[in-house]
C-alpha cells in the first residue's frame, strides 16, 4: 500500500502557483493516497492550516508528545521570499517546533521536508537555507527538478518515519525485557526463599529426627558392631545436616540480616576455608544502610564472582571493597589471577557476567568489569541508594 502525502505549497505569486501545482499532483502515482495539495498565499495562512491538519504540530505547541501510529510526512513548499515572511522564517519555525534534522524535521512520528523555490537564490542564501534545514533549493527556471527532489525528500520522510518507529519498539521491547527480567529474579529468589523453608522444615527436621535416634541407639547399646554402625551413620547425619545447612545459606542468605558488610565478610571467609587464597574486605564502614533488593543484589553479584574466581583465575589474592560514599553504593571484586581477554566477556554462553549485569539494572544499577590477560580482574557494581527503599519480599 502507498504511503499517505500531503503537499503544502505556500506562494503568492499566481503564475508561479500554476506550475509548481502542475509540477507537483505527478510527485506520486494517481493512486497514492494524497490527502491534500494546499495551496495558500501567505506564512500566516499556511501557520493556520497547520495548526488544524497537522495533529502532531499542533500537540507540540502544547508541549503534549505524540504516541502510537506515524503521522503523515508533510512535503512543504516555500517560495521565497514571501509577503509575510522568509523561507529562513518558516525553516525557523518549523524547526523550534518539531525539532530540526539535517534534512527533515521531525516531532514524535511526523516528519517535514521543506523545499524551497527562490526566485533571488544565490549560492550563499542556498548554502544558509540547506544548513537551516531545508531540503533543496531551486529557482524558477529549475523547476524540472521539483518533481524528483519532493520524491527523494517524501522517500527520506518515510524512511525516517520508520527508523522513528522502529527506535520506539525497541525501547518498548527493552523496557518490557528489563521488566521481565527483574520479575524472574523476584521469582527465583522467592523460589529459592521456599525451596530453603523445606529444607530446613522437612530434610532438616527429619535429621535431626535421626540423629536424636541413632543417639539413642548409641546410649542404649552395648554391642561394639552396632555402637560402630550408630557412630558412623552419626556422622553421615552431621555431615547431612551441614549441607543442608549449606545449601539453605546459599539459597537463602540468612545472613543478609545482619547487614550487606558482615555478609560479604562471610562469604569472604568462606572463599578462603574453601580455596586456601586469602580474601580481604575493606568497607567503608561497620554497617551500610541499604535496601533489602539491592544488599541481595550486591551478596549475588559478590557470590558469583568469587565463584567464577575460584574456578578460573588461578590468583593468590581476592580483595573486596565495599562503599556507600556520594549516595552510590560500590562494590568492588579484584584478584590477581590470569585475567581474561575482552572478547571473553561477549561469548555467547558467558551467561554470568550478563546474568549479573542484568540483575543490577533491576535494581537501577551497573557493572563494569576490567581484565586484561595476566593481569587480573576486577568487577565493579554500583548501584545509586537516592532512591525510595524497595519494600522487602517476604521469605
Known amino acids: 500500500m502507498t504511503e499517505p502525502v500531503r503537499c503544502l505549497h505556500i506562494e503568492h505569486k499566481a503564475s508561479l502557483k500554476a506550475r509548481v501545482f502542475d509540477t507537483l499532483s505527478g510527485v506520486v502515482p494517481q493512486n497514492a493516497p494524497v490527502q491534500s495539495l494546499i495551496q495558500v498565499h501567505s506564512w500566516e495562512q499556511a501557520r493556520e492550516w497547520l495548526a488544524l491538519s497537522m495533529p502532531w504540530a499542533s500537540q507540540s505547541a502544547t508541549g503534549a508528545t505524540l504516541q502510537g501510529a506515524a503521522c503523515e510526512p508533510l512535503l512543504l513548499v516555500c517560495a521565497d521570499p514571501l509577503s509575510d515572511a522568509t523561507a529562513l ?5 518549523l524547526s523550534s517546533l518539531l525539532g530540526q534534522d539535517t534534512t527533515t524535521m521531525t516531532m514524535g512520528q511526523g516528519a517535514v ?4 523555490v527562490s526566485e533571488t537564490l544565490t549560492t550563499q ?5 540547506l544548513r537551516s534545514g531545508a531540503f533543496d533549493c531551486l529557482s524558477p527556471q529549475q523547476l524540472h527538478r521539483l518533481r524528483p527532489s519532493a520524491a527523494r525528500a517524501l522517500a527520506l520522510c518515510h524512511a525516517q518515519q520508520r527508523a522513528l518507529l522502529a527506535d520506539q519498539d525497541r525501547a518498548v521491547t527493552g523496557q518490557r525485557l528489563a521488566e521481565l527480567t527483574e520479575h524472574l529474579q523476584a521469582s527465583i529468589e522467592q523460589e529459592r526463599a521456599a525451596i530453603a523453608r523445606e529444607i530446613h522444615d522437612d530434610i532438616g527436621g527429619a535429621l535431626a529426627a535421626v540423629k536424636f535416634d541413632l543417639a539413642w541407639v548409641s546410649r542404649h547399646s552395648t554391642d561394639p558392631a552396632m555402637l560402630a554402625h550408630a557412630s558412623a551413620a552419626s556422622e553421615m547425619v552431621q555431615h547431612a545436616l551441614g549441607a543442608s545447612q549449606r545449601i539453605m545459606m546459599n539459597l537463602r542468605p540468612a545472613i543478609l540480616d545482619q547487614g550487606l558488610v558482615a555478609s560479604v ?3 569472604a571467609a568462606g572463599f578462603e576455608r574453601r580455596t586456601g587464597v586469602r580474601a580481604t574486605v ?3 564502614s561497620d554497617t551500610i544502610d541499604t535496601p533489602r533488593d539491592v544488599a541481595m543484589v550486591a551478596y549475588r553479584t559478590a557470590q558469583e564472582a568469587m565463584t567464577n574466581i575460584s574456578k578460573y583465575a588461578h590468583c593468590t589474592q581476592v580483595r ?5 560514599t556520594e549516595g ?3 562494590l568492588e571484586i579484584s584478584d590477581n589471577g590470569c585475567g581474561m581477554a575482552s572478547a571473553d566477556l561477549h561469548k555467547p554462553k558467558a551467561f554470568g557476567i550478563k546474568g549479573l549485569t542484568e540483575r543490577a539494572r533491576t ?5 563494569d568489569v576490567g581484565s586484561q590477560p595476566g593481569r587480573g580482574t576486577a568487577i565493579t557494581l554500583s548501584v545509586p541508594l537516592s532512591r525510595r527503599a524497595a519494600p522487602e519480599a517476604s521469605t
Do not use: N, P
Not at 125 to 129: A, F, G, P, S, V
Open 89 to 93: 522564517d518558516v525553516i525557523t519555525h
Open 113 to 116: 521536508a521543506v523545499l524551497v
Open 125 to 129: 542564501r542556498e548554502e544558509q537555507l
Open 265 to 267: 565478610q562471610w562469604l
Open 282 to 284: 575493606r568497607a567503608s
Open 320 to 324: 573486596i571493597e565495599l562503599t556507600d
Open 328 to 330: 552510590v553504593l560500590t
Open 363 to 367: 535494581v537501577g544499577g551497573w557493572l
